[in-house]
């Protein structure tokens, strides 16, 4: 017998996705607007220092999305917490991008938390650690943003 | 005039201590008394893949904790998030360890996510990210643990 999902949870999942799909459409707008804009913004980006504040966070996303040509994420192992006002969801990042002409592909680990604001869940920290790449098929799990 | 910190948030903060006071006593039964025992435990070491479920997690401690003759932790730029049964702790690990002999020095950003069980707040998921050394002076913001 299935058990239907928390709304809440079902909100979540959405938002996270909203994350995903303003970095793959390099929306500035649309991934800023997502963001908790006050000193409790963090983020650590693969390769990157910690940062901490609205000022870093949204200078690094502008910096990021002036120096990507394209970006397309595969979310696997997608698993999402709720209570109250936080929710945390953690997932893998299969990743392709394309930079100076160049392709990458890499996975990350990633730790996002969310927080309920008054006109939704906004993102308050993401963080993404480099991980190996994939030893077997997780094509099943993946949660596909096309 | 001082806020009184909400009673839950004292308590996140007391057990993410307590995390860190047992890895640094090398006390295998204290750190895994400490942990959500199920197949929602996560970890992610630095430098170690993504450890998913209770048995990996338990696996990895083991093997560390087998690993290590010392280790100390600094904790700066502590920030506790709660809210009902969840709670977030973003923070700055700044760590002395000793392992055959030889005394390394490193930073990480760690996000550690508790959620509150029937006998309290258990560590569900760490995640930490190594981060270059510190690049200023800290030490007013540390949290030391001894």
Redesign the interface.
């Known amino acids: 017998m299935a058990i239907a999902p928390h709304p809440d949870q079902l909100d979540v999942e959405r938002i996270n996705l909203a994350v995903y799909r303003a970095f793959e459409a390099l929306d500035l707008p649309a991934m800023l607007a997502l963001w908790v804009q006050d000193d ?1 913004a ?1 983020c ?1 980006h693969p390769g990157w ?2 940062l ?1 504040g609205w000022g870093e966070v949204r200078t690094a996303w502008e910096s990021i999305f002036a120096n990507t040509e394209s970006i397309r994420f595969d979310l696997s ?1 997608v ?1 999402v ?8 969801v ?1 997932l ?1 990042e299969n990743i392709e991008s394309e930079s100076g002409g160049e392709i990458t592909q890499g996975r990350a ?1 990633a ?1 996002n ?1 969310f ?2 604001s008054p006109t939704g869940w906004l993102i ?2 993401h ?1 993404a ?1 480099p ?2 790449a994939e030893d077997g098929d997780e094509g099943e799990a993946n949660t596909t943003l096309h």
Do not use: C, K
């Open positions: 409790s963090s650590v220092e910690p901490s192992d698993n917490m709720v209570s109250g006002s936080l929710a945390v953690r893998i680990m730790t938390v927080v309920r308050v920290h963080q650690t991980i190996a």
